[in-house]
């Protein structure tokens, strides 16, 4: 039996007038992410993880944000086009483990949602999928609230052995 760790990582900016979308939900909060898609910071570090793990690029080889096919494409289209792609490549999820970064919202209480939503895309148990969340101290561009970050590690295994 074949195993494989990847590890993805995001950022995107904060700005009033855009929906905040973080592990597939929609918080409530005055600011939102900015990108070329809905901008969900975890589900494109999670994304990045799966398409290390099984070296296949990242997301923006997949998905570039100069296609207008993915212009304001929901994160969850392309965390389901990545589950494809790895299974095409003969591995499957083990588990996920995430941290989201970020001073405001608090997202604890959103975090079993946010489990249900990714565990459902991905074919996998609520208790495989880890997400967990912190500030970084009111430091650097997190703490100044001007955006937020997502790190993501995923254990795969090969189906072909």
């Not at 494109?44 to 993915?70: R, S, V």
Request: proline share 2%; net charge negative; charged share 20%.
């Amino acid at each position: 039996m074949s195993f494989r760790i990847g590890f993805g990582i995001d950022f995107h900016q904060l700005v009033v007038g855009r929906d905040l979308w973080i592990g597939g939900i929609q918080l409530p909060h005055t600011k939102g992410a900015l990108g070329h898609s809905d901008a969900d910071v975890l589900l494109h570090a999670i994304c990045d993880a799966l398409l290390g793990a099984a070296c296949l690029g990242d997301i923006g080889t997949h998905f570039p944000d100069g296609d207008t096919a993915f212009k304001n494409i929901d994160s969850k289209i392309l965390l389901k086009k990545t589950f494809q792609l790895i299974g095409e490549a003969g591995y499957k999820i083990e588990n996920i483990d995430s941290t989201v970064c970020l001073e405001q919202p608090k997202i604890k209480q959103y975090i079993p949602q946010m489990q249900k939503v990714i565990a459902s895309i991905l074919s996998l148990n609520e208790n495989t999928v880890s997400i967990k969340a912190t500030t970084s101290e009111k430091m650097g561009f997190v703490g100044r609230e001007e955006g937020i970050a997502a790190y993501a590690t995923a254990l795969l295994i090969s189906i072909n052995n």
